[in-house]
């Protein structure tokens, strides 16, 4: 893992919220309830995989729900803190946890 993962993941999080800012305010002209699909599809675009190799899959409904739960954890922990942060540090948790994994049973 490189030392930047974190800051890395939080530009791709918020590059994908201002696409989807945009995507509700042109397309649909309203609020997006099935966000976590949007986000997931562009998010694995942004080449989300290639940063997080454990532990994200191309499957983007195994992400989206991942990202529904990221997000009920945030509301419960952090809801006046800065989501994109929130959801990389968890996603560099995760990818450093499932590289431990790994590591720790090819002893």
Same mark, same amino acid.
């Given at each position: 893992?490189?030392?930047?993962?974190?800051?890395?993941?939080?530009?791709?999080?918020?590059?994908?919220?201002?696409?989807?800012?945009?995507?509700?305010?042109?397309?649909?002209?309203?609020?997006?309830?099935?966000?976590?699909?949007?986000?997931?599809?562009?998010? #694995?675009?942004?080449? !989300?995989? =290639? &940063?997080?190799?454990?532990?994200?899959?191309? +499957? %983007?409904?195994? #992400?989206?729900?991942? !990202?529904? =739960? &990221?997000?009920?954890?945030?509301?419960?922990? +952090? %809801?006046?803190?800065?989501?994109?942060?929130?959801?990389?540090?968890?996603?560099?948790?995760?990818?450093? +946890?499932?590289?431990?994994?790994?590591?720790?049973?090819?002893?």
């Amino acid at each position: 893992m490189h030392p930047d993962l974190g800051t890395d993941i939080t530009t791709v999080l918020e590059e994908a919220q201002t696409a989807h800012s945009v995507y509700e305010m042109e397309s649909m002209r309203g609020v997006d309830e099935e966000w976590p699909a949007w986000y997931a599809t562009y998010l #694995l675009d942004l080449g !989300l995989r =290639d &940063l997080l190799p454990k532990s994200v899959t191309g +499957d %983007p409904d195994t #992400l989206a729900a991942r !990202l529904q =739960d &990221l997000h009920a954890a945030f509301q419960r922990d +952090d %809801p006046s803190g800065d989501w994109h942060r929130f959801c990389a540090e968890r996603f560099v948790a995760s990818e450093r +946890d499932s590289f431990a994994a790994v590591h720790n049973h090819d002893r």
